[in-house]
């Protein structure tokens, strides 16, 4: 499978806050369907719970657990990160979508990161996104930065490939 991660990240790598995303962007929630729509996305639990709505429509979704009474409807449930491998094709396109310990977990399997940076310092954060680092990863592409009218927030796209 080619494997990417797909995150917004703020100024200090943070990810999350009580369980949820730090901001909305409504641009950036169309890029994200935009890219995933018609591949795979993998998510933890904590993150496919926290989805108002629950499976995201035309996308195999496959969440990630330990529990294994866990069969949310429209969903493939997996048990390990090996088990990814397993249920997905070699030539299958594959987004992990989070949250903090899926992408630990799936980091150094991935070959590509589409990273929507967010130009602010949240308080609070309580999950952050793994060090990218230079000598791993090279910028393939980056764009904006954007304004954001509804939130206020100003925000680039950085793609990134392993080196
Ligand atoms: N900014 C972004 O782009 C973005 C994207 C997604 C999420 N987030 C944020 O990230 C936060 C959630 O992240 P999180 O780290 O708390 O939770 P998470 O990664 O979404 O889910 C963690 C859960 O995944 C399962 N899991 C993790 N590793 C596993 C393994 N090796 N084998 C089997 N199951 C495994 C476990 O489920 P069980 O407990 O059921 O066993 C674990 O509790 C939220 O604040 C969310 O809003 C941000």
Redesign the pocket.
């Known amino acids: 499978m080619r494997l990417s991660l797909i995150?917004?990240?703020d100024e200090n790598s943070g990810?999350?806050?009580?369980?949820?995303?730090?901001a909305f962007i409504s641009e950036d929630l169309k890029r994200f369907k935009k890219l995933t729509t018609g591949n795979a996305i993998v998510?933890?639990?904590?993150?496919f719970e926290?989805l108002p709505k629950g499976a995201l429509p035309n996308r195999r979704n496959i969440v990630?657990?330990?529990?294994k009474d866990?069969s949310p409807p429209g969903c493939e449930v997996i048990?390990?990160?090996d088990e990814l491998h397993e249920v997905c094709s070699p030539e299958e396109s594959v987004f992990v979508?989070?949250?903090?310990?899926?992408y630990k977990?799936f980091f150094s399997d991935a070959i590509r990161i589409y990273l929507t940076l967010i130009h602010y310092k949240f308080p609070r954060i309580d999950?952050w996104f793994p060090p990218i680092k230079e000598d791993e990863w090279v910028v393939e592409r980056s764009e904006g930065p954007y304004n954001d009218e509804k939130s206020g927030f100003s925000y680039s796209y950085i793609n990134y490939v392993r080196r």
Request: hydrophobic share 35%; proline share 3%.
């Open positions: 995150v917004a990240v990810i999350g806050i009580d369980g949820n995303q730090p998510m933890g639990r904590k993150t926290a990630i657990t330990r529990q866990f048990h390990s990160g979508i989070g949250g903090g310990e899926v977990l999950t």
